[in-house]
């Protein structure tokens, strides 16, 4: 099975098999977010990225998996990436997380409240914490530092394939979420660092490299 990223709210989830952690990627909901729940092979402790909505496919996309729930990061305060939060929230038990910031902002005020630089453990896997400022004050990305190949990074809505998220037009927001996006993404990460956003399909950061002064530029 390839992996693609390319996923619909109507279809099937995408499987990408690493040797020590499996990702599966979803969309729900009519704004077509992306859901991924990230699973420790040896272990079978799960971790999800966004509970954005549709409870029943997320609880669906678990038993994908081994099942269970250890950990709900919530990427930003945003209402669409947290419709079904306090849904998968019950019927989990799992620990909920979220950047410092947004957390109280969210309808699970989480266990865990996150800042840059900070890890999150499940099973045999540990996730870096990045704060990414300006999309909301909270915004976080995680990345998985995978011991045999490239690192992989869930952006949520501060970097897309094109661009940072959207700031609606402040200067001083995009300032500070490009800023974060080159400091703390492009300056850390090789090309083939593999990027899932909040919507829509993957990139590299070898393919977004080329185009950053053009973004700086044009202000979006």
Request: hydrophobic share 35%; charged share 25%; net charge negative.
């Given at each position: 099975m390839t992996y693609t990223g390319n996923v619909?709210?109507?279809?099937?989830?995408?499987?990408?098999?690493?040797?020590?952690?499996?990702?599966?990627?979803?969309?729900?909901?009519?704004?077509?977010?992306?859901?991924?729940l990230l699973t420790c092979i040896r272990t079978g402790a799960q971790l999800l990225i966004d509970a954005a909505d549709d409870h029943a496919r997320i609880m669906s996309l678990l038993?994908?998996?081994?099942?269970?729930?250890?950990?709900?990061?919530?990427?930003h305060q945003h209402w669409d990436h947290q419709r079904a939060l306090e849904q998968v929230a019950a019927s989990t038990k799992a620990i909920t997380a979220a950047g410092e910031a947004d957390a109280d902002a969210l309808a699970v005020v989480p266990?865990?409240?996150?800042?840059?630089?900070?890890?999150?453990?499940?099973?045999?896997?540990?996730?870096?914490?990045i704060h990414l400022r300006g999309h909301t004050p909270g915004s976080v990305a995680l990345v998985y530092h995978d011991p045999q190949r490239n690192a992989h990074i869930w952006t949520g809505d501060s970097l897309f394939p094109g661009g940072v998220g959207n700031?609606?037009?402040?200067?001083?927001?995009?300032?500070?979420?490009?800023?974060?996006?080159q400091t703390r993404i492009f300056d850390v990460y090789d090309d083939d660092t593999w990027i899932?956003?909040?919507?829509g399909g993957d990139t590299t950061l070898g393919v977004e490299r080329p185009h950053l002064q053009e973004w700086r530029e044009r202000g979006w």
């Open positions: 619909t709210s109507d279809g099937t989830s995408d499987l990408r098999e690493l040797p020590l952690l499996t990702i599966r990627k979803a969309e729900v909901g009519e704004l077509a977010n992306n859901v991924y038993h994908e998996g081994s099942g269970g729930l250890d950990i709900i990061v919530t990427t266990a865990r409240r996150l800042v840059h630089g900070d890890t999150l453990a499940f099973g045999d896997i540990t996730l870096d914490v700031v609606e037009q402040d200067p001083e927001r995009f300032a500070s979420l490009l800023g974060d996006v899932y956003p909040g919507h």
